[in-house]
């Protein structure tokens, strides 16, 4: 059981900074079978496979657009310099592919690690150990259907939709991590969902003058978009409504879902989704494209590729071997500072028009909103053995602070405990808490907000409990279900107390407003799945 409790109102520091990812599953590839679906997607036919046991059938590594490959990582016929460049449409394959499949991840890098880091970027809780190889053909998605297909493309209706878009960072993550077939289980089989992948790091967002120019800034969010484009055109040949469709991440997911709330001002059109879902809502300072800090790193990395002496420095940067870039984008991440990120998305005065938080400000947004973090998410990203002082650590943090912004921000936390509690206070406040409670404010009477606390609650804690398998830390059954079945009663109705499951536990769920209810997922002492009060 879980029960409501009035919200617990952070310091506000209205910063912007970022996150990574954390426990979670990855997706055994099935074995496929003469009987198993085939979609007809008119660029190339796939044939999934069905689980008998579950009864969903997976659809792995479905192309949504075509390889963005530099000049000299062509695969066969495929056209290069769509390195950095917008994804494009996915080319005709004949005869039917087998999607049995995982596909090769992006690119991965690391994050900022300018001393030792306590944790392990790779720590997940695995169904299997198989890692897929990296590549930079790797725009692909998966499909997980309860049943098997429809004999013909709806016209209208069918099955609720959730995307879900991985964190890292915008370094780190891949489809593998993520069976989407246990969001359909935990629905009772009610939706269709859908786990993608985008480009990561420099290879996704790249910002500079010359990207602008002559490619795409925010590539990765195009990604991302072309992929929401996709299931728009498609998942109705899967039995799937293209107008119930909710985008849900967690970490830099669930920034990415903030940036496609505030896509276009507010106003993509046609609309690519009626509400979003954010765990752990993460943001990183996101600069204009062509700021101090982006220039800077889109330099560095064309003199570390070779490219100095280029009159045009992105044209030779697509002519890069991609390994030799992965190393120059790897390099770079790894020497930021602490827990932090450098590849991220920035205000590129098109796809994403200003700040975001000056989009919420305006009331400007697509879809409805429901959000979650964790109640300690983000000691992850803090040095343990840190012992700058408040005003390093915050200058540190954020480079392009003037020194009296510094001051009044470090203020605030000046005896809030140790260095490395006031640390906590100032990465958490401005990188995960507060972009919650701008979402919050803007969706007020239009959104439901969860806190997650099973101990310890740190950053991707929470993700165990919708992707389940294996089961999780706490592994209780009736703590699970109304963990899980919020989410996706949320998904199906847009109203979280709309129980498809007569045991569900959880209580009656108020919609936010400013300082009203949230609601608290936690443990008594007792080990029951209810809730303590704070």
Not at 121 to 148: H, M, Q, W
Not at 149 to 155: G, H, N, T
Not at 283 to 290: D, G, I, K, L, R
Not at 448 to 465: C, E, T
Request: charged share 10%; with cysteine.
């Amino acid at each position: 059981m879980v029960s409501s409790t009035k919200p617990i109102i952070p310091s506000v520091l209205s910063l912007l900074l970022l996150a990574i990812h954390g426990v979670a599953s990855s997706v055994g590839a099935l074995a496929g079978n003469a009987s198993a679906p085939i979609v007809n997607l008119g660029y190339a036919q796939y044939q999934g496979a069905l689980d008998y046991t579950t009864n969903i059938t997976s659809f792995l590594a479905l192309r949504y657009a075509a390889p963005p490959l530099g000049e000299f990582s062509l695969l066969d016929s495929v056209e290069g310099e769509l390195r950095f460049q917008a994804p494009q449409p996915p080319l005709n394959e004949t005869g039917v592919q087998q999607a049995t499949t995982n596909p090769d991840m992006c690119y991965q890098t690391n994050y900022g690690n300018a001393s030792m880091s306590p944790f392990s970027l790779y720590g997940y809780n695995k169904r299997d150990t198989t890692i897929p190889s990296a590549s930079e053909d790797c725009l692909f998605l998966n499909v997980f259907v309860p049943g098997s297909l429809p004999a013909e493309p709806l016209a209208s209706g069918g099955l609720p939709v959730v995307l879900w878009i991985h964190g890292g960072g915008y370094e780190a993550g891949y489809a593998a991590q993520y069976d989407g077939a246990d969001l359909v289980m935990n629905s009772h089989n009610g939706v269709i969902a859908i786990v993608i992948q985008y480009r990561l790091g420099a290879f996704g967002f790249l910002s500079s003058d010359e990207v602008k120019a002559g490619g795409a800034l925010n590539a990765g969010l195009l990604d991302q978009n072309y992929a929401l484009q996709w299931v728009q055109k498609y998942i109705a040949t899967f039995g799937g409504d293209p107008a119930q469709v909710t985008i849900w991440g967690e970490s830099a997911g669930a920034g990415s879902v903030y940036q496609h709330i505030v896509a276009n001002q507010g106003n993509t059109q046609p609309p690519l989704f009626r509400a979003a879902m954010t765990s752990s809502t993460f943001m990183p300072s996101q600069y204009y494209y062509n700021d101090r800090i982006p220039t800077m790193l889109y330099n560095e990395v064309v003199s570390y590729a070779g490219c100095s002496s280029s009159t045009d420095t992105l044209a030779c940067l697509r002519t890069v071997n991609a390994t030799t870039l992965e190393t120059v984008n790897y390099n770079l991440a790894e020497n930021a500072f602490y827990g932090t990120y450098i590849f991220v998305p920035v205000v590129d005065g098109t796809f994403i028009v200003e700040r975001p938080s000056v989009t919420l400000a305006k009331g400007l947004t697509n879809g409805v909103g429901s959000f979650s973090p964790n109640s300690r998410g983000w000691n992850s990203f803090v040095n343990l053995n840190e012992s700058l002082s408040v005003t390093e650590y915050v200058s540190n943090l954020f480079p392009d602070m003037t020194p009296l912004q510094v001051q009044e921000a470090a203020y605030m936390y000046n005896n809030t405990g140790t260095a490395l509690e006031q640390a906590f206070g100032v990465y958490g406040d401005s990188i995960i808490v507060c972009p919650t409670y701008f979402l919050l404010q803007t969706f007020a009477g239009r959104s439901y907000k969860g806190l997650f606390a099973i101990p310890p609650g740190y950053h991707g804690n929470d993700i165990a409990y919708y992707f389940n398998n294996p089961a999780p830390p706490y592994n209780n059954t009736q703590f699970i279900g109304a963990f899980s079945e919020s989410f996706m009663s949320f998904v199906m109705s847009l109203n979280v107390n709309a129980k498809f499951d007569p045991t569900n536990i959880t209580p009656y769920w108020d919609e936010y407003y400013i300082g009203e209810t949230e609601v608290l997922f936690n443990e008594t002492e007792a080990g029951f799945g209810t809730a303590l009060q704070k």
